[in-house]
């Protein structure tokens, strides 16, 4: 996570810290200030704004700032790496108490609602407590159109298809109005991608939730961020959560098997003989579907990984013995069973899938102190079997990035 660029007011202790990223907010500042200040009056509170705007928000928040009743901050970030969602974890790491408020900047949260989320999270039994559209009381107008509505729906009941344990508790994961006690996070695993903050917090952590109903207001000024492009990137974001770094691997396999295929059929449509267009289809493949691991899944293991070439040189040498047994059993398939030689490396290549996920987690990314370290701890008691299956479900779950 970059560090923000411009930081404008000194932390100060307090017992609750409210987060709001905002984006060109800023005729909404001094209504939100106001109202947030008299609902927290009494209390020992903090307003941190984490901005991204291109306008003069920063400006407004400073000049607010100056005669508030309460101390407010600004973060201004130039650059806004993982949207709203990273904007929030910036504001939890600069946070001047542990129990941290994340809520919009454009009023659709109403401020008069905090007392009640303190209030929740005093019982003592809940890490979390989210504003919830979907509960009695709870009201949906500000959505606005059915169709917003209906996305709304679809998207909540998704995610929590998606997480049936994480996700039992609530009824709205996809709110950005929520309480959290930071303690309770590690800030450092969070991938956060666009505006589902909630989300990535609840599905990466076993935390206690809560409620309470919220009255979603309807906009005042300034326009929607929501778009195209925010969907694409929730339904990609979501599928990470589930998946991990398999579902990117898988996703770059996929790839790499359709250029595969594409190859086998030009060549063989040339008159190439299917073995070696094979070969030459494994080749291109092999090198491509490498590049993209690099960029894509193990950009995170990189750093305490071995050099780029023995990375490139180790994940080679085993693509190509794996190619090198598959092959022949593609070929054989072709023979005895009399199927396409295309419907025959598809079949092998989905066998060839996991024990190339297998070898890259755990051989071509490893730390390159990780053997050492295995070997001073002794031999271990578990079956081989065991082993793997432990390292499926832990290298298969470890967060991606896109």
């Not at 050492?372 to 065991?386: F, I, K, M, Q, Y």
Request: glycine share 8%; with cysteine.
């Amino acid at each position: 996570m970059p560090h923000p660029t411009r930081t404008t007011g000194g932390a100060v202790s307090t017992a609750v810290t409210v987060i709001v990223p905002t984006y060109n907010e800023r005729d909404n500042i001094a209504e939100l200030v106001a109202r947030a200040a008299r609902a927290l009056d009494g209390r020992s509170a903090e307003i941190l704004f984490v901005d991204d705007s291109a306008d003069d928000t920063p400006r407004e928040i400073a000049r607010i700032a100056e005669h508030a009743p309460l101390p407010v901050r600004v973060i201004h970030r130039e650059h806004n790496t993982g949207g709203l969602g990273g904007a929030v974890v910036v504001g939890l790491q600069a946070a001047a108490s542990d129990l941290c408020i994340v809520m919009d900047g454009d009023l659709q949260h109403p401020p008069e609602l905090l007392p009640a989320l303190l209030a929740r999270h005093a019982a003592g039994d809940a890490d979390v407590v989210a504003a919830s559209r979907y509960i009695g009381g709870g009201d949906t107008s500000g959505l606005g159109t059915a169709v917003r509505f209906g996305v709304s729906r679809i998207a909540t009941w998704l995610t929590r298809a998606m997480f049936p344990i994480r996700l039992a508790r609530s009824t709205d994961p996809m709110t950005g109005f929520f309480l959290v006690d930071r303690a309770r996070l590690d800030l450092d695993a969070l991938r956060p991608q666009g505006f589902k903050i909630l989300l990535e917090i609840l599905a990466r952590t076993d935390l206690r939730i809560a409620e309470v109903p919220m009255a979603f207001a309807e906009r005042r000024h300034g326009t929607s961020k929501a778009s195209m492009r925010q969907g694409a990137t929730f339904l990609a974001h979501l599928t990470r959560l589930r998946f991990g770094k398999m579902s990117l691997f898988a996703l770059i396999g996929v790839i790499g098997a359709v250029l595969n295929l594409g190859i086998m059929w030009a060549l063989t449509s040339a008159g190439v003989p299917y073995v070696l267009a094979a070969v030459i289809g494994a080749e291109v493949t092999i090198v491509g579907n490498f590049l993209l691991q690099e960029r894509f899944v193990f950009a995170d293991m990189r750093n305490d990984a071995r050099s780029p070439a023995m990375r490139f040189l180790t994940s080679f040498a085993f693509n190509n013995v794996e190619a090198g047994l598959r092959i022949p059993v593609m070929a054989l398939m072709v023979e005895t069973w009399h199927i396409s030689s295309v419907l025959a490396t598809a079949l092998s290549l989905i066998v060839a899938f996991f024990a190339r996920f297998l070898f890259h987690s755990l051989v071509v990314y490893a730390p390159r102190g990780r053997r050492r370290t295995d070997a001073a701890d002794g031999p271990s008691t578990d079956t081989a079997a065991l082993r793997v299956l432990r390292a499926i479900d832990a290298e298969a779950t470890r967060p991606g990035e896109l």
